[in-house]
T-cell receptor, first 110, second 115 residues
Framework: GEDVEQSLFLSVREGDSSVINCTYT??????LYWYKQEPGAGLQLLTY?????DMKQDQRLTVLLNKKDKHLSLRIADTQTGDSAIYFC??????????FGGGTRLMVKP | EPEVTQTPSHQVTQMGQEVILRCVPI?????FYWYRQILGQKVEFLVS????????KSEIFDDQFSVERPDGSNFTLKIRSTKLEDSAMYFC?????????????FGEGSRLTVL
C-alpha cells in the first residue's frame, strides 16, 4: 500500500533555514500537503502543492516537489522559535482521503 | 476565521463503554471526515461522509464505529464497546468539495483514553 515517510527530528538555530523532507511510494496524487501540529493543538494546513507543479512559494515557506524521485520538501526561511512543532506531509488519494507521514519534530534553538 | 470545533477535548472511559465524539464542521462545508492518531503513530483516515451517508471508509472503520449527522450542524463518531487499542486522538475535518482542492480543515482533536 501507499507509504509516506519522513525523518523524525530536525533541530535548527533561530534565523537559519529549515528543510523538512518527505518521500512517498505512490505517485498517483493530485495534491500534496504540509500540516503543522503544535503541542496540544490540531492539524493546521500550512501549504499545499498541485502535483503538476515543481515549486510553490508562500512567504517564508517553499515547497519543492520532485515527482521523478517521489520527494517533497518544505523549506522554512528565517526559522523562528514559534515554528517549533511537528510537521506532517500528506498526499491525497480519492476524495480527500489523505495518507500522512509520521511527522517531523522541528526544534528551533534560540 | 471559520474553524472546525470538537468536543470533548479529552475523554477517559472504561473498556467496553460507548463513546460519542462530537464535531461541528465549518458551516458551508459539505464533506466531513474522521481521522485518528494513535500515540506515536501516523494520522490515519477512518471515514468520509457526504449527503447523510458514508462515502469512503478505511479497514479500520469496522462495525464498532458509526458516524451520524444528527442535525444541521453536528457530525458525530460513535465507538461502541471501546477497546484499549481505541485510545487515540480523533480528528474531525471538513471540506467544501470532495475533489481534492487542497482545502481540508481539521479540528483540534478529541483525545480518547480507554482504561
Amino acid at each position: 500500500g501507499e507509504d509516506v515517510e519522513q525523518s523524525l527530528f530536525l533541530s535548527v538555530r533561530e534565523g537559519d533555514s529549515s528543510v523538512i523532507n518527505c518521500t512517498y511510494t505512490d505517485s498517483s496524487s493530485t495534491y500534496l500537503y504540509w500540516y503543522k501540529q503544535e503541542p496540544g493543538a490540531g492539524l493546521q494546513l500550512l501549504t499545499y502543492i498541485f502535483s503538476n507543479m515543481d515549486m510553490k512559494q508562500d512567504q517564508r515557506l517553499t515547497v519543492l516537489l520532485n515527482k521523478k524521485d517521489k520527494h517533497l520538501s518544505l523549506r522554512i526561511a528565517d526559522t523562528q522559535t514559534g515554528d517549533s512543532a511537528i510537521y506532517f506531509c500528506a498526499k491525497d488519494n480519492a476524495g480527500n482521503m489523505l495518507t500522512f507521514g509520521g511527522g517531523t519534530r522541528l526544534m528551533v534553538k534560540p | 476565521e471559520p474553524e472546525v470545533t470538537q468536543t470533548p477535548s479529552h475523554q477517559v472511559t472504561q473498556m467496553g463503554q460507548e463513546v460519542i465524539l462530537r464535531c461541528v464542521p465549518i458551516s458551508n462545508h459539505l464533506y466531513f471526515y474522521w481521522y485518528r492518531q494513535i500515540l506515536g503513530q501516523k494520522v490515519e483516515f477512518l471515514v468520509s461522509f457526504y449527503n447523510n451517508e458514508i462515502s469512503e471508509k478505511s479497514e479500520i472503520f469496522d462495525d464498532q464505529f458509526s458516524v451520524e449527522r444528527p442535525d444541521g450542524s453536528n457530525f458525530t463518531l460513535k465507538i461502541r464497546s471501546t477497546k484499549l487499542e481505541d485510545s487515540a486522538m480523533y480528528f474531525c475535518a471538513s471540506s467544501e468539495a470532495r475533489q481534492n482542492t487542497g482545502e481540508l480543515f481539521f479540528g483540534e482533536g478529541s483525545r480518547l483514553t480507554v482504561l
